[in-house]
């Protein structure tokens, strides 16, 4: 751990709670494309398959709201 300079994605992009997806696009649009089109997905799957159950996704699973 001290000679892998390994982090945890810490300093995540704060989302606005309305239109997440919207100003995701203004700042980053191909970057907001991917996270609606296979991070969100995929993580709901990886959810669904290690607790067995449907869990909700959305972009504030992982973002903050701003
Ligand atoms: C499974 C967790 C997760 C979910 C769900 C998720 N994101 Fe992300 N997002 C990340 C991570 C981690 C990064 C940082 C990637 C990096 O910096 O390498 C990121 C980066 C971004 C960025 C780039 C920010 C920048 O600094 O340029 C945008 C824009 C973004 N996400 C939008 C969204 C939107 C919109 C949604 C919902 C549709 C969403 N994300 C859902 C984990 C997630």
């Given amino acids: 751990m001290d000679i892998v300079d ?3 994605p810490n300093s995540l ?4 709670e ?3 997806v919207a100003e995701a696009q203004t700042v980053d649009e191909d970057t907001a494309k991917f996270m609606v089109e296979k991070v969100v997905p ?6 669904h ?4 159950k ?3 996704v959305d972009c504030f699973t992982c973002h ?3």
């Fill in 6 to 8: 390994f982090k945890m």
């Fill in 18 to 20: 309305k239109d997440p």
């Fill in 49 to 52: 398959q290690t607790t067995g």
């Fill in 13 to 16: 992009y704060a989302l606005p």
């Fill in 42 to 47: 995929m993580f709901s799957n990886l959810l």
């Fill in 54 to 56: 449907g869990t909700k």
């Fill in 64 to 66: 903050q709201k701003e």
